[in-house]
């Protein structure tokens, strides 16, 4: 059973940095891009970052951009989601999400590209 599991939101001050992890509990996307979307309360789900299977290349948002860093390690199968300089703006439920695709190097932010998603994990950010 393909199973994300998504962990490390919590609640921060602003300007506070946070780092979010995204266990492949099954090992099974260790050749697939992983990606991070976030959605906050009444708003679409939106594109973070994204990293290819080997972690060559990455894809952050603009809205992130210099904030945000993504990463990997297949040997512990997690994906990272480094957060620096947190605003109240980047409240959300966060999810990790796997491309299907095996070892391909195109990385997408149309959500609806992504295949298997994680459960989200919550980060809070007070002003």
């Known amino acids: 059973q393909v199973q994300l599991v998504a962990s490390g939101g919590r609640l921060v001050q602003s300007g506070e940095s946070l780092k979010l992890f995204c266990l492949d509990s099954?090992?099974?996307?260790?050749?697939?891009?992983m990606g991070w979307f976030r959605q906050a309360p009444g708003k679409e789900r939106e594109f973070v970052a994204a990293i290819t299977w080997n972690g060559g290349n990455t894809l952050v948002a603009d809205s992130v951009q210099g904030r945000f860093s993504i990463s990997r390690d297949n040997i512990d199968n997690t994906v990272y989601l480094q957060m620096n300089s947190l605003e109240p703006g980047d409240m959300a439920i966060y999810y990790c999400?796997?491309?299907?695709?095996?070892?391909?190097?195109?990385?997408?932010?149309?959500?609806?590209?992504?295949?298997?998603w994680g459960q989200g994990t919550q980060v809070t950010v007070s002003s």
């Open positions: 999400a796997a491309d299907a695709a095996w070892r391909s190097f195109y990385l997408t932010n149309t959500p609806s590209s992504w295949d298997y």
């Open positions: 099954e090992r099974t996307f260790s050749n697939s891009a």
